[in-house]
């Protein structure tokens, strides 16, 4: 009987493996490969001729206008927010972190519509938009504040984990020294979460690239001005060009590999960031 269960859970515990490998290569593996494969099919020529197009090149150019101003935001209110939470306590500390999970409940399509009604001219602040005469909707301004909202809490979600488990004593530590609110910022708290704060921005700036759902609403598809990688490859499709879709399509597939590859270099160098995240938060 002993024996009889030993093999069952041994079969049982095969089976787990052979389907998560199966669900991996069906779901990861698989559209990796028919990305790359179809992308560089008609050679290398060819995939560069795709890359190098002027509407491709203008299609990067506006990706990295919108990380440049969202990445720099988003790290500074990560660290106030997580410095904020887990540094105070206050009345209203469960709502703000429930708020903070926002962008993760809400589809980016319903975010993008709702700054449509927002800041559109017959929106709710279109009296203020008019004033000012400042387009936003179907405009760079519109796409950088729907790329912030999806992207917020990428940073203060890895940070807060981390510095509620490394407590305050070295903070009090330098207080106590002499030291004021900026020095204990810059040579203690930074220091010891300065990798968890790198793969928090890694994580913003690899969603800040691949969001489509809530800059494709406040974009207006307007070519040469308002259209991101994303949305080059949505085009692309659109008009038949497979090819070339997928050709674009691959330098996303490249930003998430590098951004996978960057956590397991940072798991290597920080055993304590790794052990806290897999193990007390279950990250």
Sequence with gaps: ?????????????????LISLCFLLLFLVIPLFVVFFNAFSQ????????????????????????LIIVLPVNTIFGIACAWYITRYTFRGKKVLLTFLDLPFTVSPVVAGTIFIFLFSINGLLGILVEKWEVQI??????????????????????????????????EEAGRMLGANVWQILLKITLPNIRWALFYGMVL?????????GAVSVV???????TITIPLEVE?????YNLV???????????VGLISLIFR????????????????????
């Design 204 to 212: 913003c700036a690899a969603r800040c690239v691949g969001e489509f």
């Design 244 to 254: 070339g879709a997928f050709c674009v399509a691959s330098l996303l597939c490249l």
């Design 235 to 239: 085009i692309l499709y659109n008009e």
């Design 1 to 17: 009987m002993m024996k009889f269960k030993k093999v069952f859970v041994y079969c049982f515990r095969i089976s787990l493996i």
């Design 43 to 66: 050679g290398l020529p060819v995939y560069i001729g795709n890359i190098s197009r002027k509407e491709t090149v203008e299609s990067i150019l506006l990706t990295l206008k919108i």
């Design 219 to 225: 974009s207006g598809h307007i070519r040469g001005k």
């Design 137 to 170: 909707i179907f405009a760079f301004p519109g796409m950088v504040i729907a790329t912030l909202f999806v992207t917020f809490p990428f940073v203060a979600r890895e940070l807060i984990p981390i510095m509620e488990e490394q407590g305050q004593e070295m």
């Design 264 to 283: 397991k270099w940072i798991e290597k160098r920080d055993p304590v960031y790794l052990y806290i995240k897999t193990h007390k938060y279950g990250d």
